[in-house]
Each structure stands twice: as structure tokens, then as C-alpha cells.
């Protein structure tokens, strides 16, 4: 049963996870850490959570990647979208598995509910009834993971919050060194493309920019093609404009292409009128077949998505 209400339940959140986090305030005379910390989420939620939680929930995919990554031991069930049967491939191996059920884009309550988690992180805080509704399950940390911003930047506000920074910092040492690896080597190798994210979305394709695909080409610093509305700075200064059948030619001068795969088949090459569509057809990047296919939830914001977006640009673009 799929809900967005749920009666009035309060679990109490007990016991210690771990060593996931170090807790911001340490405890008694001691030196051990307290059982619960204070915070005021971004949200404006006060809540007392376990200073190591021993069966944290993430509500969305990107929730349960950030949540592993900084350490946290998960509850056994968590969350995935209803059009997914497992975790995403890229995901952490002790992350797929876990029991898993349907949360997206219909909210399964009572299913958070019975997988008993002592600590929720809950990056849906577009959604603004939805806080109050977690609170009641366990302490909930809400932010919103989908404003358009660098998703870096909630996770390390998250973080300090937490008392996770050393373990986030770790995460941003490592991704930062494949950076400059990667963009050495691609000096080295004289490799400069134009590139950009295509989508493909009721009969008009968009050079866009958002996501974490955004952010790889920009930390990359590579040549992203101007159709897309990115700014002098890498990031998006405006909306992409979708483009119709008969205005593909726009997209000339772009040397490769990442899209969207459904069933290991990206989209964009699926549509029988574009396949026929002669403006389509004569770009280089679909004659030399120049079109790489992503999942989708790489798009979201998480560690494992942005660095599995990695990944894929760099065999991509030095094999």
C-alpha cells in the first residue's frame, strides 16, 4: 500500500551504531560520546537523533549512498524507486544487498515504518509535509537534495551536522585525485572535446545542463557545448532550450554525446522518426556513433553516481 499519510506513530531511537560518525559534542567525563545529539536540520526540524545510529534509512536512493558513505550502519530494508528492482549496478556492494521497497515517486510510509530505522535522512525537502510525517517514524534529517545546486553542498553541510566530516573528506580527497589524474592524462593526450548531456523527451532532444553530469564536465574543466546554457564558470546559467525535429542541426559541432539508457538502451537511439530524421542523422557524433548511455539515477546526486559518472566519461573520452 502506497501512502504520503500515516497515523500518528512515534518510535523511540535507541542504541549505538558502530563507529560511522564522530559525534560534533562528545559525552561525559569519560570521553564517551552521548546517545543523542541536538541539531536544526536545514528544514528547520529540531531534533534529537542517536549520536551513532544503529539502523539509519535513507528515503531516497541518493539518501542510502550518502548514508553508506559516510559510514552509517543501515537498516536492513531501504528504499528504492518503483521502477527499479534493485539498487543501481554502481552502488556500494554492501548497499545492493539489502531487502529493498518502493518509494518513488509513490511514498511507501508504512514500509519505513516496519524496516524500524532508528535515524532518517531524507533529501525530498521540496516536500513539505512529507518532514513532518518522518518525524514521527524517527528522528529525521530533511534538506533538499533537488534545488538545483551542487549536491556536495548539502552533504557536506549533512555532515558536519553529523559529525561525519572526516569520512566525507575522504570521499572528496579520492574524487578529487581521479580529477587531476584524469585531466593530466587527457593534457597528455591532446584530447579536447566539445560535449554535452542529450536528452531525448517527447519528440524534442535538449543539450542540457544539470546534475551530476554537469558537475563531472565542469571538475574536468572540459569544452561544453554552448547550446546548453552553461556559464563562463561551468554551471548552468539558465534553462537549455528543447529542440524540435526540424532544429537538430543545432547540435552540430558537439563531438560527444551522453544520454540516458533504459534497459541498456540509450534512449536518444531508440526513436524510430529520429533515426530517420536526415538533420539527426548527418551529425558526426551520431554517424561516428558518439552517443554513451548513463542510468539515470547517475543524475541524482550521489557519491556513488558521481563517481561512477566519472568512470564512464574517462573510458569514454581515454578508452
Not at 7 to 15: H, I, N, R
Request: net charge negative; aromatic share 10%.
Amino acid at each position: 500500500m502506497r501512502s504520503r499519510s500515516l497515523p500518528l506513530v512515534v518510535l523511540a531511537a535507541t542504541g549505538l551504531l558502530l563507529t560511522a560518525c564522530t559525534s560534533p559534542s562528545e559525552g561525559s567525563d569519560s570521553g564517551a560520546p552521548e546517545e543523542t545529539i541536538e541539531i536544526t536540520t536545514p528544514v528547520g526540524s529540531e531534533i534529537s537523533a542517536p549520536a551513532e545510529p544503529q539502523a539509519a534509512l535513507g528515503f531516497y536512493t541518493t539518501d542510502v549512498d550518502i548514508l553508506a558513505t559516510l559510514g552509517f550502519s543501515l537498516a536492513g530494508t531501504q528504499p528504492i524507486r518503483d521502477d527499479y528492482t534493485a539498487f543501481p549496478d554502481f552502488f556500494p556492494a554492501e548497499v545492493k544487498a539489502l531487502e529493498t521497497f518502493g518509494n518513488f515517486p509513490e511514498y511507501s510510509l508504512e514500509a519505513v515504518l516496519a524496516a524500524e530505522p532508528d535515524f532518517i535522512l531524507n533529501g525530498l525537502g521540496y516536500e513539505e509535509d512529507l518532514d513532518g510525517e518522518l518525524q514521527k517514524i524517527a528522528p529525521t534529517y530533511t534538506y533538499n537534495a533537488f534545488d538545483g545546486s551542487d549536491w556536495r553542498d548539502s552533504v557536506t553541510q549533512a555532515a558536519r551536522d553529523l559529525g561525519c566530516e572526516d569520512r566525507w573528506q575522504q570521499w572528496v580527497d579520492a574524487y578529487d585525485a581521479r580529477i587531476a589524474d584524469i585531466r593530466a592524462r587527457l593534457d597528455d593526450a591532446g584530447i579536447d572535446p566539445v560535449v554535452a548531456d542529450l536528452a531525448w523527451y517527447e519528440s524534442q532532444a535538449t543539450a542540457q545542463y544539470r546534475g551530476v553530469p554537469c558537475l563531472v564536465f565542469a571538475d574536468l574543466g572540459l569544452r561544453i557545448a554552448p547550446i546548453t546554457n552553461a556559464g563562463e564558470d561551468g554551471l548552468p546559467s539558465g534553462d537549455a532550450t528543447p529542440l524540435s525535429t526540424e532544429q537538430l542541426g543545432r547540435l552540430d559541432g558537439i563531438d560527444v554525446v551522453f544520454s540516458v539508457q533504459r534497459d541498456g538502451a540509450v534512449v536518444v537511439e531508440q526513436d524510430a522518426a529520429l533515426q530517420q530524421n536526415a538533420l539527426w542523422t548527418s551529425l558526426p557524433f551520431v554517424q561516428e556513433d558518439r552517443i554513451h548511455g548513463y542510468d539515470i539515477e547517475m543524475t541524482f546526486g550521489s557519491p556513488s553516481g558521481q563517481d561512477a559518472f566519472l568512470t564512464l566519461v574517462e573510458q569514454t573520452l581515454l578508452g
